[in-house]
């Protein structure tokens, strides 16, 4: 573990004194392969080789390739970029819980290239998100008669998450089709379901139909559906609504079964915010020093939304961990893999020293 360095310098300003050390070569910054802070911890490396080691996530924010080919391994065009993300598709599948959301950010056309392959490993379409930086972004920068088309100012978040799959003699239920399942098998009449739950038909209308017109359950109305269901139904059967067939799940269970989401007042699927600058923009000298670093704002908006303090968020493209930073000013425990060591380095002292006033 590296120690902290007590600095009384800005972020900013002590940044650039040690990008100046950095890239004179002369004496070059050393850290160790990993690098924890209270919660939170950076992993020099291929997020591919840690996948397997890192704590289950709540949230996944995943910040990758665009397929602009503006760097090494950076796939040249975006019809490479589903290729490019499918073996970290497979792993955020396999180490997700039910109650994960995935906030996968890119150009729109980037992400038209890789959404049908996002879906074909379990994850479902809940919003996209726009990030629209306004006309400050591309201001007397762009000429419209030799790119053809309007200017550019938008970026894309958008929001996928994990629904439940519950295995009935080799079968995958939904989550809709296993409660009405589990309900038939106690041998009771659906109507009872409104009995269960106090209501006139809420129940059998809004948790047991079988069209569109699905509602999640509550998790005090889950638990008082399976507890009629436990008490009334068929002996022989018991326990009903149980995953492991010793005891049913509880309400607290039953709520983690889907992902968690908080809106706050106001905000909508458009996020206008100016492209980062100022002292939060990690600059050297004469220029950015990351091409594509996101707004703390919009990174910590993502996080509440989709997790509670102390939930584990992952970072796989860490770039300058800016989710890191976010991460550790709400509290959550987070993971970060950046495979550049500049980056790695900077990134290290940004977390080091980012609240250091």
């Known amino acids: 573990m590296i120690n902290r360095i007590k600095s009384k310098r800005s972020e900013t300003g002590f940044l650039d004194g040690m990008l100046t050390v950095l890239h004179s070569h002369k004496q070059p910054v050393q850290f160790n392969n990993v690098y924890r802070r209270d919660h939170v911890s950076l992993f020099l490396g291929n997020s591919l080789q840690f996948y397997e080691t890192w704590s289950r996530p709540t949230v996944i924010i995943a910040d990758g390739p665009y397929g602009l080919g503006s760097y090494p391994g950076?796939?040249?065009?975006?019809?490479?970029?589903?290729?490019?993300?499918?073996?970290?598709?497979?792993?955020?599948?396999?180490?997700?819980?039910?109650?994960t959301t995935l906030w996968f950010w890119n150009s729109e056309l980037g992400w038209a290239?890789?959404?049908?392959?996002?879906?074909?490993?379990?994850?479902?379409f809940r919003n996209c998100h726009i990030w629209n930086k306004g006309i400050g972004h591309i201001a007397g920068n762009c000429n419209t008669q030799t790119i053809r088309k309007f200017p550019v100012t938008t970026e894309v978040c958008v929001q996928y998450v994990r629904n439940a799959e519950f295995v009935v003699n080799g079968r995958k239920l939904s989550m809709r089709d296993w409660l009405r399942y589990e309900w038939n098998r106690s041998g009771l009449p659906f109507s009872k379901t409104n009995e269960a739950c106090g209501t006139k038909n809420a129940a059998t209308r809004k948790y047991f139909t079988k069209d569109h017109l699905w509602y999640y359950p509550p998790p005090e109305a889950f638990e008082q559906i399976q507890k009629y269901a436990n008490r009334f139904g068929q002996k022989e059967g018991r326990p009903y609504f149980s995953t492991d067939g010793v005891k049913p799940l509880t309400a607290g269970e039953w709520e983690m079964?889907?992902?968690?989401?908080?809106?706050?007042?106001?905000?909508?699927?458009?996020?206008?915010?100016p492209a980062v600058r100022g002292a939060e923009r990690l600059k050297t000298l004469s220029k950015c020093i990351h091409n594509n670093q996101k707004p703390l704002k919009l990174l910590e908006r993502c996080i509440e939304?989709?997790?509670?303090?102390?939930?584990?968020?992952?970072e796989p493209f860490g770039g300058l961990c800016s989710v890191a930073i976010a991460a550790h000013r709400l509290k959550r425990t987070a993971v970060s893999a950046e495979i550049n060591p500049d980056y790695f380095n900077i990134a290290v002292k940004r977390l080091e020293n980012y609240d250091v006033f």
Not at 257 to 273: A, D, H
């Open 113 to 124: 290239n890789v959404h049908s392959k996002i879906q074909e490993w379990g994850w479902e």
């Open 305 to 314: 939304a989709s997790s509670d303090v102390g939930d584990v968020v992952w």
């Open 74 to 99: 950076d796939p040249p065009t975006p019809e490479f970029l589903a290729d490019w993300y499918e073996p970290h598709f497979r792993w955020w599948t396999q180490q997700a819980k039910p109650s």
């Open 257 to 273: 079964m889907r992902p968690k989401f908080y809106c706050k007042n106001g905000i909508t699927n458009v996020w206008e915010e």
